[in-house]
């Protein structure tokens, strides 16, 4: 992965590190199964309802703006990575990560904020959590160029063994 310079303020490094997060997967199904090859396992919002794993947040992203169903959720799930996908199938149609977990120390993320990082480098270059606690620090990610008001923010969880992150999650709030 190319390594940005550090911005100045921890806001702006919070926004640009949640912002490269697929940079080096992709963030389509298919760019990413071209860079990280085919996935252990792939499941679609059927597969992940049947699992009870699909939550009333997803089961709202599969209806977009109205009341039938048209949107899909793909997951891509390899050694240590999982990326939930939403694929929007009506104008304007796209395809993006929403989730993503990372588990390994394989897989490299801006300026070195990686699985098995020190909580304490974490905070140096991130700032303080939005919501700190014994074994997680939660970001709120807010674009500082929405003017809306609205509280809509993405959210960027490190998850602590000891003191060395173990998880990494990124969730993109989609309305």
Do not use: C
Not at 51 to 57: F, I, K, N, P, R
Not at 85 to 114: A, G, Q
Not at 136 to 160: E, H, Q, R
């Amino acid at each position: 992965m190319i390594e940005e310079p550090l911005p100045e303020t921890p806001e702006l490094r919070l926004e640009l590190y949640f912002n490269a997060r697929t940079r080096p997967f992709g963030n389509t199904r298919a760019e990413i199964i071209k860079n990280l090859g085919k996935p252990k396992l792939e499941r679609t919002e059927k597969d992940l309802e049947r699992a009870g794993q699909l939550t009333s947040e997803e089961k709202r992203y599969l209806l977009g703006h109205i009341s039938v169903p048209i949107n899909q959720i793909i997951e891509l799930a390899y050694d240590g990575l999982l990326l939930r996908i939403l694929k929007v199938n009506s104008p304007p149609y796209r395809e993006f990560v929403y989730d993503m977990r990372v588990t390994s120390s394989r897989y490299r993320m801006l300026w070195n904020l990686n699985v098995g990082s020190p909580r304490q480098e974490i905070r140096r270059i991130l700032g303080d959590p939005s919501n700190p606690n014994d074994t997680k620090d939660s970001y709120n990610v807010v674009d500082p160029d929405d003017l809306s008001g609205l509280d809509y923010i993405d959210l960027l969880t490190f998850s602590y063994q000891g003191n060395l992150v173990d998880k990494i999650s990124f969730w993109l709030y989609l309305d």
